[in-house]
């Protein structure tokens, strides 16, 4: 299994920027790719952006996010990064970090990291 764990989450007004960081341990061999999803209060969770592990290839960004959001991986801390600027009330949710290999999709999940934007 793959552990992950979540952080940079916060409160911050609309406008402000924040960089969520997520840091992976256990398997990491097995990683094709990371992804940041998110889940607004009351709905379902949603990918926001996507990463390949080892290449650091952008895979996906949602609609929503063009522009505002920037996913990176850091090869040497086994960290992917959720560079969030720009942020809307919109925005706000619980940010989980997840992890898939190439034939099983976003096997492991962190535990998420809450991002609260006022207006």
């Known amino acids: 299994q793959v552990q992950l764990v979540e952080s940079g989450g916060g409160l911050v007004q609309a406008g402000d920027s924040l960089r969520l960081s997520c840091v992976a341990s256990g398997r990491t061999f097995a990683i094709y790719r990371m992804g940041w999803f998110r889940r607004p209060p009351g709905q379902e969770r949603e990918l926001v952006a996507a990463i390949t592990w080892n290449g650091g290839r952008t895979l996906y960004y949602a609609d929503s996010v063009k522009g505002r959001f920037t996913i990176s991986r850091d090869n040497a801390k086994n960290t992917v990064y959720l560079q969030m600027n720009s942020l809307k009330p919109e925005d706000t949710a619980v940010y989980y970090c997840?992890?898939?290999?190439?034939?099983?999709?976003?096997?492991?999940w962190g535990q998420g990291t809450q991002v609260t934007v006022s207006s």
């Open positions: 997840a992890a898939g290999q190439p034939s099983i999709s976003w096997q492991d």
